[in-house]
């Protein structure tokens, strides 16, 4: 999994940032680090997981922007699958 988000947030493991959460490494390199489209958030847009799926899994329906932002404080969610 890749995230920066707040109930998820990486950590990186090793390295010249060993420790530190993905956030606080896209500070140090400023945003231009995730490039032009990803300026308009506050965060990285990103999420990826790895999913080892065994049994069917569950349809996710996910809030548009307007809404998400006006109730969860937060951007909705697009999702694409490659399998």
Do not use: R
Request: proline share 2%.
């Amino acid at each position: 999994m890749l995230s920066t988000h707040k109930d998820g947030m990486n950590v990186v493991l090793n390295g010249e940032h060993k420790g530190k959460t993905i956030n606080e490494v896209l500070e140090i390199w400023s945003k231009s680090a995730l490039g032009k489209n990803a300026e308009k958030f506050s965060y990285f847009p990103i999420l990826i997981k790895l999913i080892d799926a065994k049994q069917k899994l569950s349809v996710q329906v996910h809030p548009d922007d307007c809404y998400a932002l006006s109730v969860e404080g937060e951007y909705g969610k697009t999702e694409t699958w490659y399998v």
